[in-house]
């Protein structure tokens, strides 16, 4: 399995930038995809994530209401769009897919795959 994180770069703050997370070797259709970040001197931080069989979506507190998580079957591809960017969004940007569990997976470890990251960089 392998997954391709694409889509950072440098946007000035308020700006939006979409992330894009394919997969090849395995389909999201019955995963759980999340979306994960690491600024230097941090932990790895929830951002999003997404049940592909139900549709249904989580986001951490410090994104609700600017980013939206969303996934294309057809595409085998899950998306992150990112709104009114800030400079603490400032990170490096990792997808991740493991097996979907009743309560989502908001914790690096549950992941069994891992793209090999996007920077993303706010300047304010």
């Known amino acids: 399995v392998q997954l391709q994180a694409y889509g950072g770069g440098l946007v000035r703050a308020g700006g939006f930038l979409r992330l894009s997370c394919a997969a090849s070797?395995?389909?999201?259709?019955?995963?759980?995809v999340g979306w994960f970040r690491q600024a230097p001197g941090k932990e790895r931080e929830f951002v999003a994530g997404?049940?592909?069989?139900?549709?249904?979506?989580y986001y951490g507190d410090s994104v609700k209401g600017r980013f939206t998580i969303s996934g294309d079957a057809n595409k085998n591809t899950v998306y992150l769009q990112m709104n009114n960017l800030k400079a603490e969004d400032t990170a490096v940007y990792y997808c991740?897919?493991?097996?979907?569990?009743?309560?989502?997976?908001?914790?690096?470890?549950?992941?069994?795959?891992w793209g090999q990251g996007t920077q993303v960089t706010v300047s304010s």
């Open positions: 070797g395995r389909t999201f259709s019955s995963s759980a």
């Open positions: 997404i049940k592909c069989c139900s549709g249904s979506t």
């Open positions: 991740a897919t493991g097996n979907s569990r009743m309560v989502f997976n908001r914790t690096p470890g549950g992941y069994d795959y």
